[in-house]
Nanobody, 125 residues
């Protein structure tokens, strides 16, 4: 069974850091791309970062530039989202997803993917 499973969310102070993990189940990362997405309360879901099967990175939103980074482990089973200098406006449910394709989707086709259940990140004092 092909799945993606997020973990690592929680409460963090403004200016702090957090690393989210996305486990690839039933496939390896040299086969399919995996991306990170988020949805704040009352807002539409948006793309953050995506890494292709060849390790090319797609950037979706400007507010995370210089603060967030996507990477994968050498075994090809886990994708990470490293989040630094967190702000209250980063508060959202964070999802990982795979397009079941080697390449990352454009921002117009983010919904056409296999999604995880999400993990909540709350940035607050």
């Amino acid at each position: 069974q092909v799945q993606v499973v997020e973990s690592g969310g929680g409460l963090v102070q403004p200016g702090g850091s957090l690393r989210l993990s996305c486990a690839a189940v039933g496939f390896t990362l040299d086969e399919y791309a995996i991306g990170w997405f988020r949805q704040a309360p009352g807002k539409e879901r948006e793309g953050v970062l995506c890494i292709s099967s060849s390790a090319s990175i797609t950037h979706y939103v400007d507010p995370v530039k210089g603060r967030f980074a996507i990477s994968r482990d050498n075994a090809g089973k886990t994708v990470y989202l490293q989040m630094d200098s967190l702000r209250p406006e980063d508060t959202a449910v964070y999802y990982c997803a795979t397009p079941l394709s080697p390449t990352c989707p454009t921002s117009k086709y983010l919904a056409e993917q296999l999604w995880g259940e999400g993990t909540l990140v709350t940035v607050s004092s």
